[in-house]
């Protein structure tokens, strides 16, 4: 079956240190996304890419990294310069920007102890 | 800066009854629009894609409609169903990336 799979599906870091979340898809799709989700807040982007070796910040990249080597993956690393990284993080990806339907993981939750 | 508002922001309904959610945005200028469901704890599902040449799009049991000009869409629920309970979200997509409202929390009781 074709999809999105995050992992894991819940983290927990201590404050200081860097954690990577994992996003793969198996849709041949060439964009992906990484986005925030708070309690009573809508979704807010980190960063995305339309192509590999390629990526843009978002509204809320700071903190955070990303890499685009292969098609089907697109991590993201929470460092410790984000000051507040306690939350849900959802991975998305669509054939391409403005050509429709996004497709979402099943979400991973950081809890910062 | 495009901004979605999504009202009203709870809604609980008995079973059987047809609903409308509502979403609206400030800037007509976009590519698509497209409504998704969020069970609690779990990633999003796309419901209804409507482009921006659409005025609406049907699966099933939901309808949405856009009204561009007016910078509204809404989701018509028809015979509601406890499964339904769920958030729902509306998302626009244009020049300014893709830009989610902050849902409608739907409760349909038995």
């Known amino acids: 079956d074709g999809g999105i799979t995050q992992s894991p599906k819940y983290l927990f870091r201590k404050e200081g240190q860097n954690v990577t979340l994992s996003c793969e898809q198996n849709?041949?799709?060439?964009?992906m996304y990484w986005y925030r989700q708070d309690p009573g807040q809508g979704l807010r982007l980190i960063y995305y890419?339309?192509?590999?070796?390629?990526?843009q910040k978002g509204d809320i990249a700071e903190g955070y990294s990303v890499s685009r080597e292969k098609k089907e993956s697109f991590p993201l690393t929470v460092t410790s310069a984000q000051k507040n990284p306690t939350a849900f993080y959802l991975c998305a990806s669509a054939r391409g920007r403005g050509t429709g339907e996004l497709f979402f993981g099943e979400g991973s939750r950081l809890t910062v102890l | 800066k495009q901004e979605v508002t999504q009202i009203p922001a709870a809604l609980s309904v008995p079973e059987g009854e047809n609903l409308v959610l509502n979403c609206s945005f400030t800037d007509s200028a976009i590519y698509n629009l497209q409504w998704f469901r969020q069970d609690p704890g779990k990633g999003l599902t796309s419901l209804l894609l409507i482009q921006s040449s659409q005025r609406e799009q049907t699966s099933g049991r939901l309808n949405a409609s856009l009204d561009k000009s007016s910078g509204r869409s809404t989701l018509y629920i028809a015979a509601s169903q406890p499964g339904d309970s769920a958030t729902y979200l509306c998302?626009?997509?244009?020049?300014?990336?893709?830009?989610f409202g902050t849902g409608t929390r739907l409760l349909v009781s038995p």
């Open positions: 998302a626009v997509e244009g020049f300014q990336k893709l830009v």
């Open positions: 849709l041949n799709h060439d964009a």
């Open positions: 890419s339309q192509i590999v070796n390629d990526f």
